[in-house]
């Protein structure tokens, strides 16, 4: 059974940072790719960041320069640095498992089941 599980949420003031963690279990995580998306009352899940396979990453527009995306294999583990929060970073963020990293949420096959990140400013 494939398990993602987000933890690393949070209520920060706005120019703080957090750390996400997504931990996988029931997959080949080493040969997945991972992505990161958030979603916000009222607004559609969206892409944040994603890394491939092979350490490969991309950023959405709105986080470049202010969230790193990495991964650890050995511990089946992916992570979302985020730094310089602001109030729009105020979302439920999930992480997603994906045969081949992608910004639609459609790409992905796993799902966790999400983490709270508050920003108050």
């Known amino acids: 059974q494939v398990q993602l599980v987000e933890s690393g949420g949070g209520v920060v003031q706005a120019g703080a940072s957090l750390r996400l963690s997504c931990a996988a279990s029931?997959?080949?995580?080493?040969?997945?790719?991972m992505g990161w998306f958030r979603q916000a009352p009222g607004k559609d899940r969206e892409f944040v960041a994603a890394?491939?396979?092979?350490?490969?990453?991309e950023y959405a527009d709105l986080v470049k320069g202010r969230f790193s995306i990495s991964r650890d294999n050995a511990k089946d583990t992916v992570y979302l640095q985020m730094n310089s929060l602001n109030d729009e970073d105020t979302a439920v963020y999930y992480c997603?498992?994906?045969?081949?990293?992608?910004?639609?949420?459609?790409?992905?096959?796993?799902w966790g089941q999400g983490t709270q990140v508050t920003v108050s400013s």
């Open positions: 997603g498992a994906a045969v081949v990293v992608s910004r639609r949420p459609s790409s992905y096959t796993y």
């Open positions: 890394i491939s396979w092979n350490f490969g990453t």
């Open positions: 029931g997959l080949s995580f080493s040969s997945r790719g």
